[in-house]
């Protein structure tokens, strides 16, 4: 089993559209948790951040579920510069990050 | 603009070329990696340093050699690569890898061609 699981899409959504992703993770020891955003041909930027108690960035929402080590990633309002690579990051217990396959996203007009 | 500059940005060398990829960060990070990223997949952790000293190989082949001259820079030295190992090369930092819940910063990457 990989220790870090996306579905990796792709995600076709028209602007506008509310979209999320999905992740799970094995290892329950871990106490850290990301979303990067890759554009194509890019490096990985980090877009958030995940807390226990969930947390908002504008039209961006992240969930984590410890008892089930899921965590989610919500996108509300899709812009077309919303497409990107979408990657779930979960630290191991020594804080070495572990990366999901990633979720491809492409917004249309 | 990333605070973790990598050079070069593209570089094509044949296999019994040495070269060197260069990184490169002020943040007063003392956690810095190195990754290797092929098309369409996730980038796999090569090399991490803490505190200037190697902590982690991956089980990397020898044809690849890190060296941390100091906690601002890592080097990726490249001897007698294989045409699979083109890929991208990232590079990044963190804080301090003893800490949780401290995200990497990457660089641009270095697009390396094997021919």
């Known amino acids: 089993r990989k220790e870090v699981e996306q579905d990796p899409g792709p995600f076709n959504v028209p602007e506008g559209a509310t979209v999320a992703f999905n992740c799970t993770y094995s290892n329950s020891a871990s106490q850290s948790f990301f979303w990067y955003r890759q554009d194509c041909r890019k490096e990985p930027k980090l877009l958030m951040s995940v807390y226990s108690s969930g947390n908002e960035d504008g039209r961006f929402t992240a969930q984590l579920n410890r008892a089930s080590q899921y965590i989610s990633l919500l996108i509300r309002d899709s812009k077309l510069s919303d497409s990107a690579t979408y990657l779930c990051?979960?630290?191991?217990?020594?804080?070495?990050?572990?990366f999901g396959a990633g979720t491809r996203l492409t917004v249309k007009p | 603009d990333t605070e973790v500059t990598q050079t070069p940005k593209h570089l094509v060398m044949g296999m019994t070329n040495k070269k060197s990829l260069k990184c490169e960060q002020h943040?007063?990070?003392?956690?810095m990696y190195w990754y290797k990223q092929k098309a369409k997949k996730p980038p796999e952790l090569m090399f991490v340093?803490?505190?200037?000293?190697?902590?982690i190989n991956e089980s990397v082949p020898s044809r690849f050699s890190p060296e941390c001259p100091n906690s601002s820079l890592l080097n990726l030295h490249l001897h007698a690569l294989q045409p699979e190992d083109s890929a991208l090369y990232l590079c990044?930092?963190?804080?301090?890898?003893?800490?949780?819940?401290?995200?990497?910063?990457f660089g641009d990457g270095t697009r390396l061609s094997i021919l």
């Open positions: 990051v979960v630290n191991s217990p020594n804080n070495d990050m572990r």
């Open positions: 990044a930092s963190s804080q301090d890898r003893g800490v949780s819940n401290q995200p990497q910063h």
């Open positions: 340093y803490s505190y200037e000293k190697l902590s």
């Open positions: 943040m007063g990070h003392r956690a």
